[in-house]
């Protein structure tokens, strides 16, 4: 229960909701730059396989990030199983597996019938969905929760 004047404990829920009210897009604008950095890190590695650079080709790719370091830190995927840009089980699922099987803390949450950037509108069902399972992941991480 609040404590405190009716005035106080309303301006309190107001000043919460407005907070709030601007995470949406605050969120949204982080999920796109990521995902715009993504894909530019992906053309240039498939511009290196096109290219033969085997070398630059495998240092863009995500497994030679947690193949060749002795610091990883936990792995979440959230992965939809329709997935017709980064395919769920060759990339997804075999990411997931070679995370594990190399000792490294990885968790995959498949999202059944969805698509690639599923989660991008923040207040669609995929956005809702992905920020709850990311939430509990970072508290359980983070926080020792």
């Known amino acids: 229960m609040a404590r405190g004047s009716p005035k106080t404990v309303a301006q309190k829920i107001k000043a919460e909701l407005d907070q709030l009210s601007r995470l949406p ?8 730059d990521i995902m715009n950095q ?11 396989e096109k290219e033969g650079n085997k070398e ?7 497994a030679s990030l947690i193949s060749n370091s002795t610091v990883v830190p936990p792995i979440m ?15 997804g699922v075999s990411f997931y597996r070679l995370a594990n099987s190399l000792g490294h803390r ?13 989660d991008y509108n ?5 956005g809702q969905i992905s920020t709850y399972y990311i939430e509990r992941f970072m508290a359980l991480e983070v926080e020792g929760g």
């Not at 897009?25 to 796109?32: N, Y």
């Open 77 to 91: 995927l959230v992965h939809g199983s329709k997935d017709g840009l980064a395919e769920y089980e060759s990339q």
């Open 56 to 62: 630059q080709y495998k240092k863009l790719f995500a």
């Open 106 to 118: 990885c968790l995959l949450i498949t999202i059944p019938w969805a698509g690639h950037g599923f």
């Open 122 to 126: 923040f207040y669609g069902y995929g």
């Open 25 to 32: 897009s605050d969120v949204s604008k982080q999920k796109g």
């Open 38 to 48: 993504a894909g530019q890190k992906r053309k240039a590695a498939l511009q290196a």
